[in-house]
């Protein structure tokens, strides 16, 4: 597993490790110091996006998010962020999230990050 680098600090930096990677996917260890709320899970998922980084000077802001969903309500601290990067148009991408607390899905949607 290789570990995510990010400028946040704790208690917001819930990306942990990737799991798995291709090109277009990644799968993201998050935790969490308490049973997360929906905005704590996007927030993870935006920082999974941080996967798809190509090189060690390029950051990336979250600009909106769309079709956001908590399917079944967290009970754990521990899960996997499954990311695709689905559209890229210039310094815009596209990324479908889905969160998963062992192998349930407990949150979707899809973020667009802007990438400097």
């Known amino acids: 597993m290789q570990e995510i680098i990010l400028p946040h600090l704790a208690p917001i930096l819930?990306?942990?490790?990737?799991?798995?990677?291709?090109e277009k996917t990644a799968d993201v260890l998050v935790e969490f110091n308490q049973i997360p709320t929906l905005p704590m899970l996007?927030?993870?998922?935006?920082?999974?996006?941080s996967a798809f980084?190509?090189?060690?000077?390029?950051?990336?802001f979250l600009v909106s998010?769309?079709?956001?969903?908590?399917?079944?309500?967290p009970t754990k601290m521990e899960f996997i962020a499954h990311v695709v990067d689905e559209?890229?148009?210039?310094?815009?991408?596209y990324v479908g999230?889905?969160?998963?607390e062992e192998k349930v899905s407990?949150?979707?949607?899809?973020?667009?990050?802007?990438?400097q």
């Open 87 to 93: 559209h890229r148009l210039d310094k815009m991408r």
């Open 14 to 22: 819930f990306a942990k490790k990737i799991v798995t990677k291709t």
């Open 97 to 100: 999230f889905e969160i998963f």
């Open 53 to 60: 980084r190509l090189n060690d000077k390029e950051s990336a």
């Open 106 to 115: 407990v949150a979707t949607g899809t973020l667009v990050i802007a990438v």
């Open 42 to 49: 996007v927030e993870a998922a935006a920082q999974s996006t």
């Open 65 to 73: 998010f769309k079709g956001i969903k908590l399917l079944q309500k």
